[in-house]
């Protein structure tokens, strides 16, 4: 019989590619977001859209559904947003996840994979980045996700929950062959920044060349967004596969490799054939030279690597996305002008 997951936030950009990933290996999905669309149609995926802080609409879907595990990556992730509003991302990160948590445990459900970010980090003091690195977050959103990191430890020693926190490094990439790809308004993710630009004839902008890496501008790990959905789903088989009350675990999801800023503009002219413009500035507050992730714990206890970690091919599937998703983009403006000059 087909073990049935429960994916919160599964419309999303990481959530969405987590369930193809779980679709293609055999599993029952439902999910649950606030957005009323989902890109993925097929017949052993379940649809809600509903909030996760809905306690009476969640309860009703696991009284009806025979939940094994859940994945949980519903959550508010603009870094620059979080400073701006951080009351939003407390409310959505934190409170609605305790609410979520507790509904699960009056369920039974005991095994949980949580989308966690390198964002808990804060200014790495070594290279690479251990999960046994000290955890000084430096805005709200990383605050966030280290607070629920708390929480399931707690959670686990008090009421026997199961989980795997995944750390993700720089989410990138796309899935163009499913219609999957980054989908954010406004766009702050780097890769597809430059990509909306250079389709656009928009300046990109630069923030810092003045950092001590050889070319100057920040270094980052990239992992391609079909190696994170594939790390959820062996975190999923790890905890199902282990007894009640295991050793729950923390885990980076990185290349351990990184790629500047520069050579991002450079791979991404080459894939493109087209020169950015660039719009150098100071650099921002809190940007770190370095983060790359050690990723001996997710070979080692996952049996995880990132098989599509060259950066041309991450920029390529981004840009192959996004070529295809700009004729829907320019038809949505059309009738947005339209509607807006015939009701003015």
């Not at 969405?16 to 993925?40: A, G, K, P, W």
């Not at 955890?135 to 990191?149: F, S």
Request: net charge negative; aromatic share 10%; hydrophobic share 40%.
């Amino acid at each position: 019989m087909k073990q049935t997951i429960l994916v919160t936030g599964g419309a999303g950009y990481i959530g969405s590619h987590t369930v193809l990933e779980l679709i293609m290996h055999n599993y029952q999905v439902v999910v649950i977001d606030r957005v009323c669309s989902f890109e993925i149609n097929h017949p052993e995926i379940t649809y809600f859209q509903c909030d996760i802080a809905d306690t009476h609409a969640v309860k009703t879907i696991l009284s009806h559904y025979k939940i094994d595990a859940v994945i949980h990556c519903a959550a508010s992730i603009e870094v620059a947003e979080s400073v701006i509003n951080p009351a939003e991302y407390y409310e959505n990160n934190v409170i609605k996840t305790l609410l979520l948590l507790d509904t699960l445990r009056e369920h039974a459900l005991t095994k949980l994979v949580f989308s966690s970010s390198a964002a808990v980090y804060g200014i790495p003091q070594q290279l690479p980045i251990k999960e046994s690195h000290t955890c000084n977050p430096i805005n709200p959103y990383g605050r966030t996700k280290y607070i629920i990191e708390k929480v399931l430890q707690d959670y686990h020693a008090a009421y026997k929950l199961d989980y795997i926190a995944l750390r993700y490094f720089n989410a990138a990439g796309a899935y163009p062959e499913y219609n999957l790809g980054e989908r954010h308004q406004p766009e702050t993710h780097l890769i597809p920044r430059m990509l909306e630009a250079v389709l656009h004839n928009k300046p990109c902008t630069l923030f810092g060349t003045d950092y001590e890496t050889p070319d100057g501008t920040c270094v980052r790990d990239y992992v391609h967004v079909r190696d994170i959905a594939r790390a959820h789903r062996l975190a999923l088989e790890y905890l199902l596969a282990a007894p009640l009350n295991v050793s729950s675990a923390i885990i980076n999801l990185g290349t351990a490799k990184g790629f500047s800023i520069q050579e991002i503009i450079t791979t991404v002219e080459q894939v493109t054939d087209k020169k950015l413009s660039i719009k150098r500035m100071p650099r921002r507050a809190g940007d770190p030279a370095y983060l790359i992730a050690d990723n001996t714990l997710a070979r080692s206890l996952l049996g995880w690597q990132a098989l599509h970690s060259d950066i041309t091919s991450i920029i390529s599937s981004a840009y192959e996305f996004y070529i295809r998703e700009a004729p829907k983009k320019n038809t949505l403006l059309h009738l947005k002008g339209y509607y807006e000059e015939k009701n003015n």
